[in-house]
């Protein structure tokens, strides 16, 4: 599965659980780093602000952008990871 595929793949998950949902299609547009998805569920409590680098099962995470997941990570309600296809059922 490539990465673009992956991507709509929760797109679709995201948008069909209600959640509001942000993904910059030119990253070049972008400061290094930022992760692929951005969402937040607009009637969840508590809230929580999920950040999703997404990768292929052998896709690379660069420094950048293992240094942005780790700055987010520490923001108290916020999920910042990076998750691969195997990992997108859970």
């Known amino acids: 599965m490539t990465e673009s595929q992956f ?19 030119d990253a070049r547009l972008m400061r290094s780093g930022l992760p692929d998805v ?6 969840r409590v ?5 950040f999703f680098e997404l990768k292929t099962a052998t896709g690379r995470v660069s420094a950048k952008q293992r240094e ?13 990871r990076v998750i691969r296809p195997a990992e997108w059922p859970a």
Not at 7 to 25: D, G, P
Not at 46 to 50: A, F
Not at 68 to 80: N, T
């Open 7 to 25: 991507q709509r793949i929760v797109e679709e998950a995201l948008t069909e659980r209600n959640y509001i949902w942000w993904h910059v299609r």
């Open 38 to 43: 951005i969402a937040v569920h607009p009637t």
């Open 68 to 80: 942005a997941l780790a700055a987010l990570g520490d923001v108290y309600g916020v999920d910042a």
């Open 46 to 50: 508590p809230r929580r602000v999920l």
